[in-house]
RNA sequence: GGGCAGUUAGCUCAGUUGGUGGAGCAUCGCCUUCACACGGCGGGGGCCACAGGUUCAAGUCCUGUACUGCCCACCA
């Protein structure tokens, strides 16, 4: 260590403005710990330490930061730095994704604007274009990352669409294709109409909506009659080819196998029997369309039923709707039912909620319609997802582990081809000539059935989570053999919100196990939603957004963090308000004003590390308060409860160490001890700033540089988390303490509820209970008096105390403020009163407690041992208040 | 229709293995005390949703009820 100059200090105190001011430090912080590469691990040095890794959840090029991706942030960097302090090598990958569909909508948007369709560009200029987009706007998003402190490692930042991953993403569904895991089909899959592209099953949200179910008479073809259909979809009868009925329904058991006429369109249906139809739905008759709805689908195959697609990919109807061509699917409900109404047809309209699909990336009405699409075969690779958890991998909450293998038990092959252009397009090309297909990772130049020359690939680029689900290898360099990938992989944690658990997740899970061989992370920690603080969603239309960066435009990141970290309580919602945020910058505010109270106070200081076995009792008190904080950091970081960690910081610093122990050695500071203060003042410090920056690294780098006899070449995020300190020697001090702060406290009392004004020094006496306590005031005497606002201080077992004196028990010793006409006697009477109600409510129901033989029985012993020394305690400051209140009624 | 959370001070929330309930903000009183008024000191405020059960002891474990929120689900 360096030593100290006086002039160093004096240097650094005139430095420190009277309040933070976190917008002067911040960006200079950013700048200062990019330059040194601080956050690019040494591959060349040893891991003995250990490693630790993360990857990013790589956030939408598209997107602004949300105050889910602040929480998201925080949380990983608190990890990130406190494994950097232990002396790890820790990798956090950064990176974006390039989000297929809400990219495009969003150029898509932009282009309208200008009065011209993706079309209009065509294929490549409209890639190009957002290409182009993204250089423009991808900073943002990495300004943003930077905007939170985060520590990532920019020097291997990646995008889930550059050179590296594109090959990862051939390499992956290439193998996969010649596994027989992915394969080309044509199915019913949802569609949206306005994207233009086909969905997989989870981006397809379910809303009730309210509808009407229609009751639709079909004419039976031998002029018998007609039979009654109820249908939420009246618009999709146009590719109706069947009607069923349950076989054992007997109100149509004469109706199967005769045929119906189907209205408008004049189509003969037959009448079928399957048992799939419910016979207490509606009218029991089910109207088939086996090209618009999943179920329809599995009865026209089953029964071998034809299928009539009636709409386009603009979600028009098409050639098959006879007159109704052209319109669009909703506008095409209407004509239909007015039709169906005028022909006499439509027999009812119920009013009815149902559920519908909507599309996750822009809300349109999903149709299901049949289509030929690219899918991966799930289910061996879901069941190695499921059968890694927990073995491998360990999920916090773990509440979330049934949903996780629900939903991996019920999965169904997953629909990857979409219909857009901004993507990893489909490594599949069709001969022209013979029509023969492969798959290959590079570009093919002939069939390899027919030689020809001629061949076209896929238009279709891949669903964006097929390549999200590479992530931790493909960002690490897969498939090269990388250093990173030897070293980092499988990932320490991955931190995400739940509600990409089934999209994300269990993505990477299935192919992470699927390439690696391992499960992608050895965590898996699902951090809740951020919500307003009436516990809304926060979305644009609400306007109940708070922007992160404009919190820590006016707050400083460090309280935006902090507020977020105590309110990571593992499973439940934030509920995050402004309020909240600034009472956190008033915590900044209190550790910058300790350290410059400290700096204030460090002329003179030696640069001797804090000695060992220190006398004072309330340095001991504060070393051991100070162990006790490092002990909870490590149990609570370990199991993720990031609230309780900056809890117990924010208690320590502002409780022990600013409310007492600063207090307690200003005293010290301007006398004998002042040498044993300061080194003491500046070890609890310097660990405490330790402690605290994972959680609000800009102040705690700032304060850090600014003290003296500090390691020069050491940041602070290099600085090793401190280590224990044997204080098993100084528990009874601390316990002492509390004699201390009580007898503080009881004279603070009577002068606050008596109003004898702060001016005003008291006199008072303390009457101690045992030779120790007494001893332990008289040592002390200095200090009591002077946070008790004193100019007398008498301590004596025998001490007489004059009749006007307002008195208190604390811990058994009496407390007695002689009040000399201060106040009435009326006033200290009710007080006493109000004291002995207190006691007497407590010592009652302990009384009770113990009088109940099973409790003396049963409990441990140590508890009803603690229970009566507790009785036997507040039985004696009962005496002695009552004693004190009989002089005042007397 | 299944599944999962939640119901604790006026508000927003903590409460590890069961041992007489805490914080922030708000509120009331006093204080421009030489780190901090983004402050100090002190106070008030809670049948821990409801009903049972287990236990010597339940905010904490079990069962049920009532609300609230979320997720999943092909009944037209």
Redesign the pocket.
């Known amino acids: 260590m360096n030593s100290v100059s006086v002039s160093d200090a004096n240097r650094n105190f005139s430095a420190l403005p ?2 933070y001011e976190p917008e002067k430090t911040e960006a200079r912080r950013r700048a200062f710990w990019e330059e040194q590469r601080l956050f690019t691990p040494d591959l060349g040095k040893s891991a003995e330490a250990g490693t630790f890794s993360i990857v990013i959840p790589p956030p939408n090029i598209t997107g602004n930061l949300h105050m889910g991706h602040a929480l998201n942030l925080t949380l990983q960097d608190i990890l990130c730095r406190r494994r950097r302090q232990l002396g790890e090598q820790v990798l956090w990958v950064p990176g974006a994704d390039h989000a297929g569909i809400a990219t495009q909508n969003v150029v898509e948007r932009r282009l309208e604007k200008e009065g011209i369709s993706r079309h209009d560009l065509g294929r490549e200029a409209f890639v190009e274009r957002i290409r182009q987009w993204k250089d423009e706007y991808g900073d943002n998003i990495r300004r943003q990352i930077k905007a939170m402190g985060a520590s990532v490692d920019w020097s291997r930042e990646r995008f889930t669409l550059d050179e590296g991953l594109s090959r990862a993403v051939r390499k992956v569904f290439v193998r996969l294709y010649h596994e027989g895991l992915i394969y080309k089909g044509t199915y019913i899959v949802n569609w949206c109409s306005r994207c233009r592209t086909a969905l997989a ?2 981006e397809v949200e ?1 809303r009730p909506l309210k509808g009407a179910l229609y009751l639709v008479r079909y004419p039976l073809e031998d002029g018998s009659g007609h039979i009654l259909v ?4 009246p618009e999709t009868m146009l590719g109706d080819t069947a009607l069923a009925v349950h076989p054992e329904d007997g109100r149509h058991l004469g109706l199967i196998g005769k045929k119906a006429r189907l209205p408008l369109l004049d189509r003969l249906l037959p009448i079928i029997a399957d048992p799939y ?2 016979r ?3 009218t ?1 008759v ?2 088939v369309t086996p090209a618009h ?3 329809d689908w599995h009865l026209g195959h089953k029964h071998g039923l034809e299928f009539i697609r009636i709409m386009d990919e603009d979600g028009d109807i098409n050639d098959k709707g006879g007159v109704y061509r052209g319109l669009s699917m909703e506008k095409a409900r209407e004509t239909v039912v007015a039709d169906l109404r005028e022909g006499g047809f439509l027999k009812e309209v119920r009013p009815y909620e ?2 519908v699909g909507h599309c996750y990336r822009c809300s349109s009405v999903i149709e299901p319609l049949l289509s030929e699409q690219w899918f991966v075969a799930v289910k061996s690779l879901a069941e190695k997802a499921r059968a890694a958890v927990p073995e491998q991998t360990r999920i916090f909450p773990s ?1 979330w582990l ?2 996780y293998y ?2 991996l038990d ?1 999965i169904r092959d997953w629909c990857i081809s979409r219909q857009i252009w901004w993507g990893h397009r489909i490594p599949a090309w069709t001969c022209d000539a013979c029509g023969e297909q492969t798959v290959r990772e590079e570009t093919p130049q002939h069939c390899p059935k027919c030689s020809g020359s001629s061949l076209t690939q896929d238009p279709d680029v891949l669903d964006t989570w097929f390549s999200s689900a590479l992530w931790p290898f493909s960002a690490l360099g897969w498939p090269d053999k990388t250093p990173e990938l030897e070293r980092f992989y499988p990932t320490s944690i991955l931190v995400t919100g739940f509600d990409i658990l ?1 999209f994300w997740v269990a993505r990477m899970m299935m192919m992470g196990l699927h390439f690696m061989g391992e499960a992608p992370f050895r965590r898996c920690y699902l951090h809740a939603l951020v919500r307003d ?3 809304k969603k926060m979305s644009k239309s609400r306007g109940n957004v708070i922007d992160p960066l404009e919190m820590t435009a006016r707050y400083g990141t460090d309280s935006l963090r902090f507020t977020l970290a105590s ?1 990571a ?1 593992m ?3 934030i ?1 995050l ?1 402004e ?2 945020i600034e ?1 956190c ?2 915590f ?3 550790i910058w ?2 350290a ?2 400290a700096l ?1 106070n460090a002329e003179g200081l030696s640069e001797s590390p804090c000695p060992d076995g220190v006398r004072g009792l309330h340095h001991r008190w504060i070393l051991y308060r100070l162990e006790e904080l490092k002990k909870l950091q490590h149990a609570a970081l370990d199991e993720y409860r990031f ?2 960690a900056a ?1 117990g910081l ?1 208690r320590f610093v ?1 409780n022990d160490l ?2 007492w122990y ?2 307690l050695i200003k005293t010290d500071l301007r006398g004998e001890e002042r040498p044993v203060a300061q080194a003491v003042l500046f070890a609890v410090l310097r660990e405490t700033l330790v402690l605290l920056h994972p959680f609000i690294p800009f102040i705690t780098s700032e304060i850090w540089d600014a003290l003296p006899g500090r390691d020069a070449v050491r940041d602070i995020a290099l600085t090793p988390f401190p280590a224990p300190r044997d204080v098993a020697a100084y528990a009874g001090d601390a316990g002492r303490m509390e004699l201390l702060q009580g007898a503080v ?1 009881a004279v ?2 009577i002068r ?2 008596l ?1 004898i ?2 001016a005003h020094k008291a006199a008072a006496l303390i009457r101690p209970l045992t030779p120790e306590a007494h001893a332990l005031f008289e040592d002390r005497r200095q200090v009591l008096m002077s946070l008790a606002g004193l100019d007398k201080l008498e301590t004596d077992p025998a001490v007489e105390a004059p009749k006007a004196s307002a008195r208190s028990v604390s811990c058994g010793n009496e407390i007695i403020v002689p009040l000399a006409g201060l106040v009435d006697f009326a006033v200290e009477a009710a007080r006493l009163d109000k004291e002995l109600a207190k006691l007497d409510k ?1 010592r009652a ?2 009384a009770a407690k113990l009088a ?1 033989p ?2 003396v029985e ?3 012993a140590e ?1 009803v041992e603690r229970d009566r020394a ?1 009785v036997t305690e507040l039985g004696e400051a009962e005496v002695k208040l009552r004693v004190f209140r009989e002089i005042f009624s007397a």
């Open positions: 009277k309040s099953d989870d379910h109820a249908t939420t979809r139809v419910d207490e739905f509606g029991g089910l109207k709805d999943p179920d149902h559920n509440s049934k949903t629900n939903w019920n089934f603080a009436q516990g309110f309580a499973g439940r919602d509920r308000s309020e909240r009472g910058r008033h900044m505010n209190k004003n300790a410059r109270f204030m609230n309780d809890q924010y502002w600013c409310d600063l207090e406290t603070r009392t606050a509820e109003n004004p702060p407590e129901a302990l109940n099973a409790f049963k409990a441990p508890i507790r």
